[in-house]
């Protein structure tokens, strides 16, 4: 399956929502249950939480795709976003002083909880690394070199600045100027989107 397939099968799953087709609602709810289930069971959960949890989520994402509050932007946003509500509404349970009361938050459930978002921020971490490399690539030579022997190859400005024959300020200065370039050019792309 292609990348802009699946977008687009997106675009229509949203579409098919706002239209209230019962079909594609059926499909999206029954596909992305499982995955919220043993999320809540996993953390101290039963199936009855889990199911309570999951239709609340599932209103807000309906409330949100049908007033436009929500715009996907990639393959899986729409997925996401929902176990991403889902979790939220889960571990404001979690905190509640009702739940307390009847259960503790050990170190595991919490534990297993970071886990989780540690997953969801190294994807998003992959994602700006991606962003920056492909920006490294298209840097002028000097500057990639510069980079290069400052960041990886771990090289003082001194020593850079004898390498080059010039003075220390100078490679200051360019290297300023080339994390401006780079910055520039990561940034670039989103600035278009709006």
């Known amino acids: 399956m292609t990348e802009a ?18 079909i594609a609602l059926r499909e999206f709810y029954t596909a992305n249950y499982p995955k919220v289930e043993l999320m809540v069971l996993k953390n101290s959960g039963s199936k009855a939480h889990a199911k309570d949890i999951y239709q609340d989520a599932f209103i ?3 409330n949100n795709v049908k007033t436009d509050k929500f715009e996907p932007e990639n393959d899986s946003a729409l997925e996401g976003y ?8 889960w571990l404001d349970v979690l905190r509640s002083k009702r739940f307390k009361s009847t ?7 919490t534990q297993f909880l970071k886990q989780e978002e540690d997953e969801i921020d190294e994807s998003e971490q992959t994602k700006k690394l991606d962003l920056t ?6 840097l002028g030579e000097p500057c990639k070199h510069l980079l290069r022997v400052f960041y990886f ?3 003082s400005l001194r020593e850079i600045s004898s390498e080059l024959d010039i003075e220390e300020t100078s490679v200051r200065n360019k290297k300023y100027r080339c994390m401006e370039k780079l910055r520039a050019s990561i940034l670039a792309p ?3 989107e709006f």
């Open 103 to 109: 259960q503790t938050l050990t170190n595991e459930r």
């Open 133 to 138: 490399m492909e920006a490294f690539k298209n």
């Open 190 to 192: 989103k600035s278009k």
């Open 5 to 22: 397939y699946k977008i687009q099968h997106q675009f229509h799953l949203i579409k098919a929502i706002k239209a209230n087709d019962s």
């Open 82 to 89: 929902l176990y991403r509500i889902a979790k939220n509404k």
């Open 60 to 62: 807000a994402v309906w």
């Open 153 to 155: 190859e771990k090289k």
